[in-house]
C-alpha cells in the first residue's frame, strides 16, 4: 500500500523526539489531493469550558473525499487538518468541567454550533443559525493525537463502548437516527429503500430500519455486497448493476411503492428513488455523491402527494442515542478496516470508488 509523504524533519527517531518535546502528528490537506503526514504543536492546557482529548479513532466519511478532491461547494481556506467524525479518551479537563472525567471515551460533536440560537437552545444543533464551520473541512478537524473541544461537543460514551464503536455515532449512526426518526418518522409494518446498503449509513440504516420492524429493500454494486447486506438483515437486496432498482421495487410491493426511501446518492438515483415511493411516501436526503442536481417530475410530486425532506447532520440527542442503542446490542458498527495514519489516501480512494462495505476507520 502506498505510504502518506511526511514532512516531519529529520528521520523516524528524531521525530520520536520532537512529539515527545511538544509536537504531535496530524494529518493535513494542503491542496487538491495532496494529503501530508505532519508535526504540529500539542494543544495547551483546556481552558475553563473545555476538555483535552487523546483521540483514537478517525472515521472516514464523504465529506473528507470531498474535501480530497478539491470540491468548492463552500468557502472554506487551506491548509486544514482534515477528520469530522472522531472518538477519543478525555485526558484533561477545565476547572468549569463537572460532567465529564479523565478517562471516559468521548464521541465528537463534528460542527462548531454557536449554543445561542433558537435552534441551539431547542436542541436543534444541526439547525444552528450561526454555526463557525465544520470541522475537518472548514475548522482544523479531528485527526490529530490531541485535540482541545468546548465539553459540550462531546458525548460520553456508555459503559463497555470503546473508542472504535462511538467514533460511528456522531455522523454514521446520528445521521441515521435523526433521518430515520426525525424526518421520514419511520415506524414498525412500513416499507423502506435503502439506497446504496453497503456504504457506512447505508448499513446504519439497514439495522436500524430492522430494529424498528420496517421490512428493508437495498441497493448494493456487487454480488458480494448483496450477500453482506442479506446477512446484516435486509429482506430484499437488488444488484443496481444487474437490474434497475425501481422496476424490482414496484414488483415485490405489488406494484404499491415503498413508504420511505432513504437517499444519498443524488442524482443518478433520485428519478428512480422517487417512482420507488407510493402514494403519500416520503423520502429523505442526506447526500448528493452523484451529483448536486437532478430533476423532479413536479405532477408526479403533487399528485401522488409524496414528501421529500432533506437532511443534515444530526443533533445531539441523535447521537446519545445512537451510543446508547450500541450500548443495548440493538446495532453495531459494520468496519470494513482500520487504517494507520499513514494510508490514508488509500482510504480515501476506496471510498470513492465505492469498495468498502461498511466504515472505514483511521486508527491514531
Not at 450561526?130 to 485527526?143: E, K, P, R, T
Not at 441497493?219 to 453482506?228: I, L
Not at 429482506?235 to 422496476?247: L, M, P, S, T, W
Not at 414528501?307 to 470494513?336: E, Y
Request: proline content about 3%.
Amino acid at each position: 500500500m502506498p505510504v502518506l509523504h511526511s514532512e516531519t524533519d529529520g528521520d523516524a527517531k528524531s521525530a520520536g523526539d520532537a512529539r515527545a518535546a511538544g509536537t504531535m502528528r496530524a494529518l493535513q490537506l494542503k491542496s487538491e489531493r495532496e494529503l501530508v503526514l505532519i508535526d504540529v504543536a500539542k494543544p495547551p492546557p483546556p481552558g475553563d469550558d473545555e476538555i483535552q482529548i487523546r483521540i483514537k479513532a478517525v472515521a472516514l466519511n464523504h465529506i473528507d473525499v470531498w474535501g480530497w478532491r478539491g470540491m468548492a461547494f463552500a468557502r472554506r481556506k487551506l491548509p486544514v487538518i482534515i477528520g469530522a467524525e472522531a472518538a477519543g479518551e478525555v485526558v484533561a479537563t477545565g476547572a468549569g468541567v463537572t460532567a465529564l472525567a479523565n478517562g471516559q471515551i468521548v464521541a465528537l460533536y463534528g460542527a462548531r454550533t454557536c449554543n445561542s440560537c433558537t435552534a441551539c437552545l431547542e436542541g436543534r444543533d444541526n439547525l444552528c443559525e450561526d454555526v463557525g464551520g465544520i470541522h475537518g473541512f472548514h475548522l482544523d478537524g479531528f485527526a490529530q493525537e490531541l485535540v482541545n473541544m468546548p465539553a459540550r461537543l462531546a458525548v460520553p460514551a456508555p459503559d463497555g463502548i470503546d473508542a472504535m464503536a462511538a467514533v460511528c455515532a456522531p455522523v454514521t449512526f446520528g445521521t441515521v437516527e435523526h433521518m430515520l426518526f426525525d424526518n421520514a418518522k419511520l415506524k414498525a409494518g412500513e416499507t423502506i429503500l435503502i439506497q446504496a446498503g453497503g456504504s457506512g449509513i447505508g448499513t446504519a440504516a439497514i439495522q436500524m430500519a430492522k430494529a424498528v420492524g420496517a421490512t428493508v429493500i437495498t441497493t448494493v454494486g456487487s454480488d458480494e455486497k448483496a450477500r453482506k447486506a442479506l446477512e446484516l438483515g435486509a429482506d430484499h437486496v437488488i444488484n443496481y448493476r444487474e437490474e434497475r432498482f425501481e422496476g424490482v421495487v414496484r414488483k415485490l410491493t405489488k406494484k404499491k411503492g415503498v413508504d420511505v426511501v432513504f437517499e444519498h446518492v443524488g442524482a443518478d438515483t433520485w428519478a428512480g428513488s422517487m417512482f420507488s415511493l407510493r402514494k403519500g411516501g416520503r423520502l429523505v436526503t442526506c447526500g448528493s455523491t452523484t451529483g448536486l442536481s437532478a430533476e423532479i417530475n413536479l405532477f408526479q410530486l403533487f399528485q401522488q402527494q409524496l414528501r421529500i425532506f432533506g437532511s443534515f447532520g444530526c443533533s445531539m440527542r441523535n447521537m446519545r442515542d445512537a451510543l446508547d442503542k450500541l450500548a443495548q446490542g440493538t446495532v453495531h458498527p459494520v468496519i470494513d478496516a482500520v487504517i494507520p495514519m499513514e494510508e490514508i489516501e488509500t482510504g480515501l480512494q476506496r471510498l470513492e470508488d465505492r469498495d468498502v462495505f461498511g466504515k472505514l476507520l483511521v486508527a491514531l
